[in-house]
């Protein structure tokens, strides 16, 4: 077996843990010695800034819930609910349609900002800025309106 396919089959045994306990957060801690994500083909991604140093994303097969990864200075944080976040956002949207426009105006102004700051901060502004265009462009309530 080679390295990288060592590595790969490394993290899909978390992956593994993770789905058998039900979820939740692993830690590792960096003095195991245990593979670094990108040396398993795990992606660069931006979260909410926690103190961590990088965010990783790690897909396996398709439809199962990938790694997230955080790396911090002494450990790897691995966890797999960012899946759940997913589906219960999808799930307020389709309760609430017009939710959509926020949240598709967050999600494009913050891969915006990524792109264009290559920065965690450029995302989060990113995002306020579509959140803030959403807001004025949503239709107003003609009835909200004084009559004169």
């Given at each position: 077996?080679?390295?990288?396919?060592?590595?790969?089959?490394?993290?899909?045994?978390?992956?593994?843990?993770?789905?058998?306990?039900?979820?939740?957060?692993?830690?590792?801690?960096?003095?195991?010695?245990?593979?670094?994500?990108?040396?398993?083909?795990?992606?660069?991604?931006?979260?909410?800034?926690?103190?961590?140093?990088?965010?990783?994303?790690?897909?396996?097969?398709?439809?199962?819930?990938?790694?997230?990864?955080?790396?911090?200075?002494?450990?790897?944080?691995?966890?797999?609910?960012?899946?759940?976040?997913?589906?219960?956002?999808?799930?307020?949207?389709?309760?609430?349609?017009a939710?959509?426009?926020?949240?598709?105006?967050a999600?494009?102004?913050?891969?915006?900002?990524?792109?264009?700051?290559?920065?965690?901060?450029?995302?989060?502004?990113?995002?306020?800025?579509?959140?803030?265009i959403?807001?004025?462009?949503?239709?107003?309530?003609?009835?909200?309106?004084p009559?004169?």
């Open positions: 077996m080679n390295s990288r396919a060592h590595n790969v089959e490394q993290w899909r045994q978390v992956h593994r843990q993770l789905a058998t306990n039900g979820g939740g957060t692993l830690t590792i801690p960096k003095l195991a010695r245990f593979p670094h994500p990108r040396d398993a083909g795990a992606h660069l991604t931006a979260t909410w800034p926690a103190g961590q140093i990088a965010d990783y994303l790690l897909a396996f097969e398709v439809g199962a819930a990938p790694l997230v990864i955080r790396e911090f200075t002494d450990r790897f944080e691995v966890f797999t609910n960012a899946v759940q976040l997913t589906t219960r956002i999808l799930g307020m949207v389709e309760a609430n349609p939710l959509a426009t926020y949240v598709g105006a999600l494009l102004g913050g891969v915006i900002g990524s792109a264009v700051t290559g920065k965690r901060e450029g995302a989060l502004l990113g995002v306020g800025l579509g959140l803030l959403a807001a004025l462009l949503q239709p107003r309530d003609p009835s909200a309106q009559h004169g």
